[in-house]
């Protein structure tokens, strides 16, 4: 089955490609995590993306699309795959179709801006270890200190209120006409998010036998 997962920053679309990794053995391909990896290797692609990391310089479309087909080809996707994180656009929805890739099904995970901003903005993780905690759901024993190190526990910057409203504001600009794409083919889920990680799951396996 070749998935696409969608999902606002914080709305826990990674957990899911990740269970739905596990349990149906086929690799969740993040962008992000392709791209540092078509670096590392020294790929054709890989190297025209250091080019645009090395000049502080966003990869555009054409790079991240020749990335990610030069990792669709591997042997492990051939009984399916997950993108997590791609495509982001029309035009790498375009890309993907003009290419071959048939998707089966797009999940879109869908968690209110409110919860969202609440969920990332209380996250705090420790400066020495990088544990994560949570000022609602995940307290530490001693506030402000991480259980396992006794580090100090910081709110990072992309973590800020201010900093989330952004990112999701990009988000539904880019991605309302993605899910209307993918509406128009019968293939686009909806998926609640739930408080319980179990339920968004058991949701998100039940749209995919839907």
Do not use: W
Not at 40 to 66: R, S
Not at 78 to 104: C, H, S, W, Y
Not at 144 to 165: A, F, H, Q, S
């Amino acid at each position: 089955m070749n998935l696409i997962l969608l999902g606002a920053p914080g709305a826990g679309k990674g957990t899911q490609a990740e269970i739905i990794s596990n349990k149906l053995s086929i690799p969740s391909i993040s962008t992000g995590n392709i791209i540092r990896e078509a670096i590392k290797t020294g790929t054709d692609m890989g190297k025209k993306a250091q080019e645009f990391v090395n000049a502080g310089k966003l990869v555009p479309d054409d790079v991240v699309i020749g990335i990610i087909k030069e990792r669709l080809s591997k042997d492990d996707c051939k009984n399916g795959f997950i993108l997590d994180g791609f495509p982001r656009t029309i035009p790498q929805a375009e890309a993907l179709d003009k290419m071959g890739v048939r998707i089966d099904k797009v999940i879109s995970i869908e968690v209110p801006d409110e919860k969202i901003v609440e969920r990332m903005s209380g996250r705090r993780v420790c400066e020495n270890c990088g544990a994560s905690y949570h000022i609602k759901y995940k307290k530490p024993l001693v506030e402000g200190k991480c259980d396992l190190c006794d580090g100090n526990l910081i709110r990072r910057k992309d973590d800020d209120p201010e900093t989330v409203l952004e990112r999701l504001r990009v988000y539904h600009v880019e991605t309302k006409p993605l899910k209307d794409y993918y509406q128009k083919t019968g293939k686009l889920r909806i998926v609640e998010g739930q408080e319980e990680v179990a339920d968004t799951t058991r949701l998100t396996l039940q749209a995919l036998e839907n």
